[in-house]
């Protein structure tokens, strides 16, 4: 039944636009690097906005393959994510189905020349209610547009806005949970988003999302890596 709805959104998908209005697939290449190497995973992300009633929503496909480890074979996260697009800078997850928790990304959809080079805010969406980690209402962030680079992607010199997003979290029985006895904690108490956006077109075009144990460790739990292919 699982794959029979995946095949029906594929379709969905491949006649988006003929039947409404649709813009260019954006595929990216993903790397997840994680403690240890159970939890290292590759693969791409298609994606896919699709206005229905006025509404904007964005369309995933993830193709991911996830590395196996002690007693553990590999697994391939192969599914589709509908959702709608909140525009700015917002911070959500690409989930399968009702999980509460999957591929963490920020401010894909903005428009640049709101972001000039030295805009500073703190004031960030998280649009993540059900998050073990993000729905914790004491997280507080910094952002800044830091400078104008040249990125090259595929090959090609793009001029991109260069971002920082910093968000930190306390360490409580009730906020970020630190295990003392294992030497360190795979729960997210603070995070650093470094991004780059097409400075023409607002794309975002390569983004490295790491995720840090509870305060003071700050030991990497993760770290993700998104690559625009096109």
Known sequence: MAYMNTLRLIIFLLFL??????????????????????????GDMTFRTHQDNGVMYE????????KGGFFKSSVTDDFIQKK???????????????????????????NVKNYPVGFKTKKIIKDEDRHPAFSDYDWIFKFKAESVENIEIN???RQAIYTKLWGSRPTSTTNCQSLPSRGFST???EIYVETWFDLDDSKLLKQVFTKYGCVPSRIIVSKGTWVLNN
């Open 84 to 110: 709608e697009i909140k525009n700015g800078l917002v911070l959500y997850d690409i989930v399968e189905g009702d999980q509460k928790k999957g591929y963490s990304v920020f401010a894909r959809h903005i």
């Open 17 to 42: 636009p003929v039947i409404g209005q649709a813009t260019e697939d954006l595929k990216y290449s993903y790397v997840h690097d994680s403690i240890g190497d159970r939890g290292d995973a590759e």
């Open 155 to 157: 090959g090609q010199i």
């Open 187 to 189: 729960s997210t108490g």
């Open 59 to 66: 369309y995933v496909h993830v193709n991911i393959k996830w």
